[in-house]
């Protein structure tokens, strides 16, 4: 027979379970350039082995180029669609840190620090050195 601490325990971790799974930065995010404030491309983040990483995988029509010419390594000259742009996240106090971000209009790689914004807003912030310089984008969660 259930009694009642149970059946409280069990309403508590289904209630704990859906904030979590809301303030999750797992799924695709839309893009918008800084400039123009046009909508630019989707990345999926998702988790690998304890960390996050996002992909490229869709350009819109604001994208400037389909191709990274000013990317380093084995990036350069490969298409955008399909690129990982942000690695090795790690969860730290209530945000995500200690990864990193590329930029490929530029090929610049930043240190990137993320939190959510809400449950269908995610901050992005890219920056040299220390936190203060950098900026800071806001991805847009798609359902």
């Given at each position: 027979m259930i009694n009642q601490k149970s059946i409280l325990s069990l309403l508590a971790f289904m209630c704990l379970t859906l904030i979590m799974n809301a303030q999750s930065l797992i799924g695709t995010w839309k893009t918008i350039d800084d400039e123009s404030g046009e909508p630019k491309s989707h990345i999926t983040i998702y988790e690998e082995n304890g960390k996050f990483y996002g992909k490229v995988i869709k350009l819109l029509a604001a994208a400037s180029s389909t191709v990274c010419t000013e990317c380093p390594g084995d990036k350069k000259g490969?298409?955008?669609?399909?690129?990982?742009?942000?690695?090795?996240?790690?969860?730290?106090?209530?945000?995500?840190?200690?990864g990193q971000i590329m930029d490929p209009a530029t090929g610049k790689i930043y240190k990137a620090s993320v939190w959510m914004d809400g449950n269908d807003k995610l901050s992005v912030r890219g920056y040299i050195g220390f936190s203060l310089l950098g900026r800071t984008q806001t991805w847009h969660k798609i359902n």
């Open positions: 490969q298409p955008i669609e399909g690129m990982v742009i942000l690695w090795d996240l790690k969860p730290y106090k209530d945000y995500w840190s200690y």
